[in-house]
């Protein structure tokens, strides 16, 4: 029986929450970084995977964005034997296609991510893989400074050169975006650069389609220009066969940034659409492939267009100052007669070349925290 203190007590009523009215800091740091994700959502990480073409994108510009400085540092390091450099060039190309071929089986042997890490860890010892963990850590973290720095070279090249000490501030701006863009998320990060990717991809083709389609006629002088190159090499007392032989391995060790960034794909299958396999291998394709052409056909449309390396620099005070990439003056070499409309696509291939390596950038914030954990 309930007493008389009981019938006083007051029913109980079903707690009611008042949503928070969101705050300018909040609204702003919606409006940068999206809204919360729900993690107990089945659909979420179907929704924020990669497809194959986005993961060529996000993981696959790494590789493609050493275009804008592999083959030029290997075309430097030739030393005035310019026409050695289709060696090199074959040789970068059977790199590309050999560790891409090599990373498509650790694809299939890890389906949940076959890095150099796991596969260290895995096959050798546990030890093994510790210092390769840390090797790929270093690995991104330069991905991302060399990337962005070369991002800013490539704008300061169609700037003068007493605006060259703005140089670092442009850097740490691009730095500063591509962190705000990782906050929303690896697809919201990917998506906006699309269109950039797809530009910097027709700039290249159009530079390199439109050397070989214009001078043709010119190959058998690359030929025959060739073959004197190493005749002159092969009978100078100073250089000779093995000099010679030296020199190219030089050149192609140089420029070995051309090849890095491959192990991207097999590192992020963990963002791949199912199944992982096979998109995983399908990114692969697209990135050896369009890696391979472009070494190749950047460093025959240089042998074409007869681009001139010593153009570079400018001699101040003593001092040679770089002034211009080496892509920078293959574009203005193609588009010379085209008017107010080569200004445009050299402004265009300059602009995608240095949005391209943010990009690139964007692999080591896509691949560093996971190798991390």
């Avoid at 029986?1 to 009611?16: A, N």
């Avoid at 060529?56 to 510009?61: D, N, R």
């Avoid at 190959?219 to 190493?230: E, L, M, N, S, Y």
Wanted: net charge positive.
């Amino acid at each position: 029986m309930s007493g008389p203190q009981d019938s006083q007590t007051p029913p109980r009523t079903s707690t009611q929450i008042i949503p928070r009215k969101p705050t300018i800091l909040g609204k702003l740091g919606r409006l940068l970084i999206g809204r919360a994700r729900n993690p107990n959502d089945e659909s979420l990480f179907h929704t924020l995977s990669l497809i194959a073409f986005f993961a060529w994108v996000g993981l696959g510009a790494d590789g493609l964005s050493s275009l804008c400085y592999g083959p030029e540092e290997a075309f430097l390091n030739l030393h005035g034997h310019l026409h050695l450099s289709i060696f090199v060039a074959i040789a970068s190309v059977l790199t590309v296609l050999i560790i891409s071929a090599g990373y498509s089986q650790l694809i299939e042997a890890f389906p949940s991510g076959g890095g150099g890490y796991l596969v260290a860890s895995k096959m050798l010892s546990p030890s093994v893989g510790v210092v390769c963990g840390c090797a790929l850590l270093v690995d991104y973290i330069l991905t991302i400074t060399i990337s962005v720095a070369s991002s800013a070279e490539f704008i300061f090249s169609f700037l003068s050169p007493e605006q060259q000490w703005l140089r670092i501030y442009v850097a740490i701006f691009g730095l500063v975006l591509l962190t705000l863009l990782n906050l929303r998320g690896v697809k919201e990060s990917v998506v906006p650069l699309v269109p950039v990717f797809l530009l910097f991809i027709f700039t290249y083709v159009l530079a390199i389609g439109w050397a070989i389609a214009t001078r043709a006629s010119t190959f058998p002088d690359v030929v025959a220009k060739t073959v004197d190159d190493i005749r002159e090499s092969a009978a100078n007392p100073a250089i000779g066969i093995f000099g010679m032989v030296v020199l190219v391995l030089k050149a192609y060790s140089t420029g070995a940034g051309t090849y890095t960034g491959i192990e991207a794909v097999s590192n992020g299958l963990q963002i791949l659409r199912e199944p992982r396999v096979k998109t995983g291998k399908r990114t692969m394709r697209y990135m050896s492939i369009s890696l391979a052409v472009g070494v190749m056909g950047l460093m025959v449309a240089y042998l074409l267009m007869g681009v001139d390396p010593a153009q570079m620099f400018r001699d101040e005070g003593g001092h040679l100052v770089k002034i211009k990439t080496l892509n920078a003056l293959l574009f203005e070499s193609v588009s010379s007669t085209w008017g107010v409309a080569g200004q445009v696509y050299v402004w265009a291939a300059l602009g995608s070349s240095a949005a391209i390596l943010l990009v690139a950038a964007q692999a080591g914030f896509l691949g560093g925290p996971r190798v991390a954990a």
